[in-house]
Structure formats: structure tokens, C-alpha cells
């Protein structure tokens, strides 16, 4: 089975409506197989925060050492997002291998009138998901109340609900008590219940779940107290205190509701077991979540917050009172089942705001919302707009640099407005038939329409990830100009996107460009950033290096890397090794003082300091970039008060702070794609398409150091070749190099004398120079602007006849 049937088939089963009782799940998992009864569970129900709070406890046990699976929704762009294994979405092959199995179920529970509905479907995706990978502990948040809730079908080991407000009646009662009384059966049967609830709720809690841990501030007699300490910058001060345990951390999560939710999370996994006071306050200010009070951009102050009822737009006024700013614009958009007068009214006065819908059925139509901001009677200007990414547009063009663009109300808005900064287009290359058939067979383009077009000397491929509508527009747009597009068959929800890959030459894209632009303001933003990716894509990267790829020299100062490790160790040694590396053209030395090969033992902070801060000094007058190769914030902290230039980070900013000593040093940051680090040869990671992957979880990444202040030119990426993947996805990811680009950061890659070179007759590190040398080549003429080696001379060699074969005309031998 093709993924875009399994998720068409997935989504087909919308169209039975939601209903009340675990029966249905339990019966589907019992036909499955019963996977998951030895998964230890935590069960996330609540209000308000069970997401994040979610996210909170799953980025602790990662820390703490438990391969960890996160089930939650609604998902922002694309279903598999509900799903995660250790921080990764579940691939398309295993949805597609889950559906095959539950077909024949659903066509036979369809005769006698109960199929499972969609809830409950990917409830059974999860749980069979994080059976199949093993997984020690599975995070699941409840949809909607608790004991009725298809998640229910699972025993939890620990539980939480995280608050009571009314909300579902027509589900779960009318009152804050019927409500309560609903959430709390989740209550686990041999540890309390970990609550914040308050009030009526709490005693309704109490009486239901029998055992709870109250999470509350210090005079809320709580048994774990949580202190608010305030923003600053982008994260949030926290202190929690347990009963013998004591945390003091920043959350990336702003908002005082978000410092109870970090009470909860550490409760829980203090209940797991096995979590050091240290493991919670490097996973709590790890758990970052998209569209929670997201911090976008700084001038003007751009937020985007799914708060979807009165109580979560009352945090968002508490927390944006914390940021100064002149005017307020507010993007807003709601769901027809909300409270939406009570929502306005709990937000702040804005002076101006931007009625919109967002592309989903259930959504109050702009004209009501703006008739409900009109009757609250605090607002200045009031638009209204058909889409979310027009509303958006006018908000960026209305607001000065020290205003504030507030935009919330769904999470649906959320997702379609962080589609400006989330969602790149990606450009590859036609290099031959065969290259171009695989690019493009992703989306069905006819291998004839590839041959055509190379032979016209075509070389532009984008794909793109827009909705639906827009793709079909795009599609007979390009067509009507004489170029190729192929739309995703996935019939995915109106909201959610599809993929689409457009082939033509410049000319043809900029025709279809014109009629875009001129197809209405949604359309419009698409053509926007299309130019803007054909644009790029013409263009050089700006570094500090110039237009030419820059070669990095490795200066290991430890004393086991794979290749170098021990020769340089002492401070004279390092010193001549640099001097040689400069001599024979290095423009950048990366001074590293812990090896990242597999099986490498962690080195102690102090230790790694002595090691690369000597050097770093010894270098700061040299005519060099230095950079320091650590995961290590404060190390990076000590090299850049040495005199260092650069950061690079083989673990991606998994240190929660790097980002932020970057920012505040504003200095380039190398963030590489890591599974883990150092290298974990046993583990097997599973992609669909290495490269898309990889790009996909690069741009999070991007984004978290571009909130942090950096402007993308100098978050330098680094696809990770030889960290979690094989040697065929190695190849891969340096052949299409060039799609990174996309990212719109500068491009490194590290790929000297690595085991990926055993495929072409190369066995140990010491015969692999010429295999680095021609896959230096080669990723120079990809559109690397950095490349990592050992042997610089040689390499550079290589990236001067690369520029000289794209350019000959720089040299005139008359």
C-alpha cells in the first residue's frame, strides 16, 4: 500500500462522527494483536497545557536515557506529526504497513454499523507504532475528557490533569464538577493522580482518583511547589521543589501557566523513576513546542499561540504584559464551537485587528468574528480577511518595528501562519534522466516530461508543501505555461498540506508567477516564496568567505578520534598542526576537544576546556576563522571568550542553551543533523526520504536559533553524514546536496575519510584520501560553502577546480 492511500484512508474515516467509550479502541487493539501491554504509559489529560505538558515529560525521560513515544493532536501540517519516536515523526512506510493491517478490519466493523472513527484509528497507529520500535515509555494526551477518551483503552502507570475549565459540554457534562469527575478516572491504580486543578474541581479530582500530587504555588499547600522566577529573553525561569528534589531551570515555553505545567511534567517523571534532578532541567528547557506562544520574529514582535478557549487567552495577556511594545495588532481567528466572546475578551486591547478563517470547516466565518472584537468594544481598527495568510500579510505591512502582531484563537491559524517561517521550498537538479526520475517519482512526474525537459537544459525542480487548493492552482498555472507539476494524491484534509513538485525552465516559473500573484492574497504568499527560492537558488550563499566553498581544517586536540586522535594533544603540537593547515589554505581551523566516533567516551566540561581554550588563544591573532568544535555550551562559552569565531555543534543545539551563547556572542553556529551523539552504531534509524527528513528536521532547528536572535546567515547547516544513517543514505545526502540551500543558510559538510567511503574499495580511514578528495569536488559544485577535513591541501585542490569548471572565464591564461 502507497502512503497516500493509507492517509486518504485515514482520513476517510472522518466521516464517522466522534463518540464516547474505550470499547471500540480495545476491541481494535485486541484485533492487532493487544501491542503495547508491556509499554509503560503516561497519560496526559487536562483543559488546558496537555500538550505541552506532554512534550515537557517526553523531553525529560529522553534526557533521563528511556527511548521515549509521544502521541498527541491536533497535529499542525501533517497527521504523522501525532506520532513520535523519540523526537521523530512516524515514517510514511510504517503508516502504510499499519493501514494494510486495519482495512479488512475497518471494511468488516463497517457492516455492523461501528467502525473505528479517525481518533481512534491513529490512537491505534500510536500504540502499535511504539510497540514495533520498542519504545520504554509512551506519553499519551488525551483528546477530549478522560474516561471516555479512546486513550483510555490503555492502563497508565502515572497520570496526570493538568486543569478543569468548562469546555465540551455536549461531551462531558455542564458542569466544572461533571467535567472534573470525567478527567480524573484516568486516575492510574497504583500512583497519585498529579494535578494543578483548583477549587471545585480539585475536590471533584480528589474524590475520584483517590491518591493525587497537588501541583501549586508555595502558599497553595502543594506537595510539589512551583515558583514563577519570570521571562527573560525567550525563556521562562522556573523553580520546582519536591519532596527531596529541587529544580531551578528555563523553559523555552514563555507564560507562569507554562511553569505549572513544568510542575506537573517533573512530577510525573519523578513517578517514572529513574530521573535525576539534572535530567529535569535539561528536558524541560529542551521542550520546545511549535505554536505556544512561539516567539517568531522580534522586530515588530511577532507571537503565535494556539490558545483556544478563555483560560489560554488569559495566559497569552498575562505573558505578552511581560514584552514591551507601542501597538498591538491581533490576528484572529476561532472555531464555531468556541467561546469566542469570552476569548476576546480575556485577550488584550489591540489596536488593530484582523478578523480571518482558517482553512477548516468547523471555523467561525470572519465577518462573526469581527461582529464579536466590534461588540467587546476595546478594539481600534477591525478588518476581515478570507484566509489566515492574508490576515498575516497585513499585519507584517501595518506594524512598525516596536509593535507586537499577536496571532491566535486556533491552532489551525497557528499552523497556516507558521508556514511563513516554517515550511521552505526546496530546489534540486536535473543532473541526467535517471537522477531527475528519482527526484520526481515521489510525486508520479512521468519519466518522458524529465527527459524533455533535460534535454532542454532545464535544471529546476522545487518541491513545495502547500494545501491542497493552492497546489491544484499552482498546477494548472505551470502547465498552462508549458511546465510539469504533480500533485501528492494524498487527500489530505483542506487545512493540512500535500506535496507538489513543479519542473520547468525560469522563464515558465516566472510566467506562472505573474498569474499567481495575481490569484488572490493566499496565492500570493505561495508565489512569494516560490520567487524567493528561485531567487536564492540563482544566487550564492553570502559568507564571510566570499562566493568560493571554504575548507575547514580538523584540529582534534583529543586522543581518540578515529583518524587523528593523539597526535596533536599537547598545546606546541596543536599549534604547528594549525600553522600547517593555514599554510596549505585552510580559511577556518575547527579546534575539537571530545571525538564524536562510535563508542566515544563523554568528555567532563573542565576537562574539555583545558583542552580547546590553550589552542584557541594560542590562535585568536592567526590570520584564521577559529572555530570550536562542542555540544557543550559552556566550553563553547570559554573558546569564544579565547577569541573563537565559530560554533559547531554536532549535536544541533541539543544543549539547550548553545543557541542563546551563539546569540548573545552573535557568531556563526554549525548545526548538524544528529540522531545521537557520539554515534550509536547499533542504532537503526528508519527514513522515508533521508534527504526530506533531513531537511525537515533541520528547519526546526534553524528556526529555534533564528528566535533565539541569529539571522539565518549565520546558522550554518550540516546534513550529518555518518551520524544515523547508512552508507546509502550518505551518498545520497551528499549527492543532493544542494537542496539544503533551501534552508537559507550556508552549508557544510563533513565527510573526511568517513567509514561511508568502505563502499567504494576503501576499508580503513588512512586509504580514503581520494574518495574525500572527489566528494570534496563534488559537494562544491553541490553548493557547499564549507567543507570539514583532515587534508587540506589536497581538498582545496579540489573545491579550486570545481569553481574553476563552474567559471572558467575567472582565469585568463592568454
Not at 493487544?34 to 517526553?58: C, F, L, Y
Amino acid at each position: 500500500m502507497e502512503y497516500y492511500e493509507a492517509a486518504n484512508f485515514l482520513f476517510g474515516l472522518r466521516r464517522y462522527p466522534s463518540r464516547t467509550g474505550v470499547t471500540p479502541t480495545r476491541r481494535l487493539l485486541e484485533h492487532l494483536g493487544s501491542p503495547g501491554d508491556d509499554i509503560r504509559i503516561v497519560q496526559v489529560g487536562g483543559s488546558n497545557g496537555k500538550g505541552s505538558t506532554a512534550r515537557m515529560v517526553e523531553s525529560v525521560l529522553r534526557e533521563a536515557g528511556y527511548d521515549v513515544g509521544l502521541y498527541t493532536s491536533p497535529h499542525l501540517d501533517d497527521l504523522r506529526e501525532r506520532v513520535r519516536i523519540n523526537g521523530r515523526p512516524v515514517t510514511k512506510a510504517a503508516v502504510s504497513e499499519f493501514v494494510a493491517e486495519l482495512e479488512p478490519y475497518v471494511r468488516a466493523e463497517t457492516i455492523d454499523g461501528a467502525p473505528p472513527t479517525f481518533f481512534e484509528a491513529v490512537t491505534a497507529l500510536a500504540v502499535r507504532t511504539f510497540d514495533r520500535e520498542n519504545v520504554d515509555v509512551a506519553v499519551v494526551e488525551v483528546g477530549i475528557g478522560g474516561e471516555h477518551d479512546a486513550t483510555s483503552a490503555l492502563s497508565p502507570e502515572v497520570a496526570a490533569v493538568t486543569n478543569v475549565t468548562l469546555e465540551h459540554a455536549d461531551l462531558l457534562g455542564d458542569t466544572i464538577e461533571e467535567i472534573a469527575r470525567d478527567k480524573a478516572a484516568i486516575a492510574p491504580d497504583d500512583a497519585p493522580l498529579v494535578t494543578a486543578a483548583t477549587g471545585a474541581a480539585l475536590d471533584v479530582v480528589r474524590t475520584t482518583a483517590g491518591e493525587t500530587l497537588r501541583v501549586g504555588g508555595p502558599d497553595d499547600d502543594a506537595d510539589v511547589t512551583v515558583v514563577d522566577r519570570g521571562r527573560t529573553g525567550v525563556e521562562q525561569g522556573v523553580e520546582i521543589d519536591g519532596n527531596g528534589w529541587r529544580v531551578e531551570t528555563a523553559l523555552p515555553l514563555l507564560g507562569s501557566h507554562q511553569c505549572e505545567n513544568a510542575g506537573i511534567a517533573a512530577a510525573l517523571c519523578r513517578l517514572i523513576g529513574g530521573v535525576t534532578p539534572d535530567d529535569i532541567g535539561r528536558g524541560l528547557r529542551n521542550a520546545h513546542w511549535p505554536g505556544r506562544f512561539e516567539v517568531m520574529d522580534r522586530n515588530p514582535l511577532v507571537v503565535l499561540d494556539g490558545a483556544h478557549n478563555p483560560g489560554s487567552c488569559a495566559g497569552i495577556a498575562e505573558t505578552l504584559s511581560t514584552f514591551e511594545y507601542d501597538e498591538l495588532h491581533l490576528v484572529f481567528g476561532a472555531m464555531g464551537d468556541k467561546d469566542v466572546p469570552e476569548m476576546v475578551a480575556a485577550l488584550p486591547a489591540a489596536d488593530a485587528v484582523y478578523a480571518c478563517r482558517p482553512d477548516f470547516d468547523r471555523a467561525e466565518a470572519p465577518e462573526s468574528v469581527a461582529a464579536i472584537v466590534e461588540g467587546d468594544g476595546r478594539a481600534g481598527a477591525i478588518d476581515r480577511f478570507d484566509t489566515v495568510s492574508a490576515a498575516l500579510d497585513d499585519a507584517l505591512d501595518a506594524a512598525e518595528p516596536d509593535d507586537a502582531i499577536l496571532v491566535c484563537g486556533s491552532l489551525f491559524v497557528v499552523a497556516e501562519a507558521r508556514r511563513r517561517w516554517s515550511h521552505p521550498f526546496v530546489t534540486g537538479r536535473i543532473s541526467d534522466g535517471e537522477t531527475a526520475a528519482e527526484l520526481l517519482g515521489r510525486a508520479d512526474v512521468s519519466a518522458e516530461a524529465v527527459d524533455r525537459h533535460s534535454a532542454d537544459g532545464v535544471h529546476r525542480v522545487v518541491t513545495a508543501r502547500v494545501r491542497p487548493a493552492q497546489a491544484d492552482r499552482i498546477e494548472r498555472e505551470l502547465l498552462s505555461v508549458g511546465g510539469e507539476c504533480a500533485v501528492s494524491a494524498v487527500d489530505a484534509p483542506s487545512h493540512d498540506l500535500v506535496d507538489a513538485v513543479l519542473l520547468g525552465t525560469r522563464s515558465q516559473f516566472d510566467r506562472a508567477l505573474e498569474r499567481l500573484h495575481d490569484g488572490g492574497s493566499d496565492l500570493a504568499a505561495v508565489a512569494a516564496a516560490l520567487e524567493r527560492e528561485l531567487d536564492r537558488d540563482d544566487g550564492a550563499s553570502e559568507t564571510p568567505w566570499g562566493d568560493d566553498t571554504a575548507v575547514m581544517g580538523i584540529l582534534n586536540v583529543t586522543p581518540d578520534s578515529f583518524y587523528d586522535g593523539g597526535r596533536y594533544e599537547t598545546v606546541d603540537d596543536a599549534i604547528d598542526r594549525a600553522e600547517r593547515l593555514i599554510d596549505a589554505g585552510a580559511e577556518i581551523v575547527d579546534v575539537g576537544g571530545e571525538s564524536t566516533r562510535p563508542g566515544a567516551e563523554t568528555v567532563p566540561i573542565d576537562e574539555e576546556i583545558e583542552r580547546v581554550v590553550p589552542v584557541v588563544e594560542a590562535l585568536a591573532e592567526a590570520d584564521v576563522a577559529v572555530s570550536v568544535d562542542t555540544r557543550k555550551a559552556a566550553v563553547a562559552r570559554a573558546a569564544l571568550d579565547a577569541g573563537a569565531d565559530i560554533l559547531n555543534d554536532v549535536s544541533g543545539l541539543e544543549d539547550p542553551e548553545m543557541r542563546l551563547v551563539a546569540a548573545e556572542y552573535n557568531v556563526p553556529v554549525v548545526v548538524m543533523h544528529s540522531i545521537q551523539t557520539p554515534v550509536d552504531p547499533e542504532a537503526n534509524v528508519a527514513y522515508d526520504d533521508v534527504v526530506t527528513d533531513t531537511i525537515d528536521a533541520l528547519a526546526e532547528r534553524v528556526l529555534l536559533a533564528e528566535k533565539a536572535g541569529l539571522d539565518r546567515s549565520q546558522i550554518i547547516v550540516d546534513p550529518g553524514l555518518g551520524f544515523g544513517k547508512s552508507t546509502t543514505e550518505n551518498f545520497e545526502l551528499l549527492g543532493r546536496l544542494d537542496e539544503f540551500r533551501s534552508l537559507g543558510c550556508p552549508v557544510l559538510v563533513g565527510h573526511s575519510r568517513k567509514s561511508m567511503f568502505r563502499a567504494v574499495d576503501r576499508g580503513t580511514a588512512e586509504e580514503r584520501l581520494a574518495a574525500t578528495v572527489a566528494a570534496s569536488a563534488l559537494a562544491a559544485e553541490r553548493g557547499a560553502d564549507i567543507i570539514r577535513v583532515h587534508d587540506v591541501a589536497e581538498n582545496v585542490a579540489a573545491v579550486k577546480t570545481a569553481a574553476a569548471a563552474a567559471d572558467p572565464d575567472r582565469f585568463d591564461d592568454r
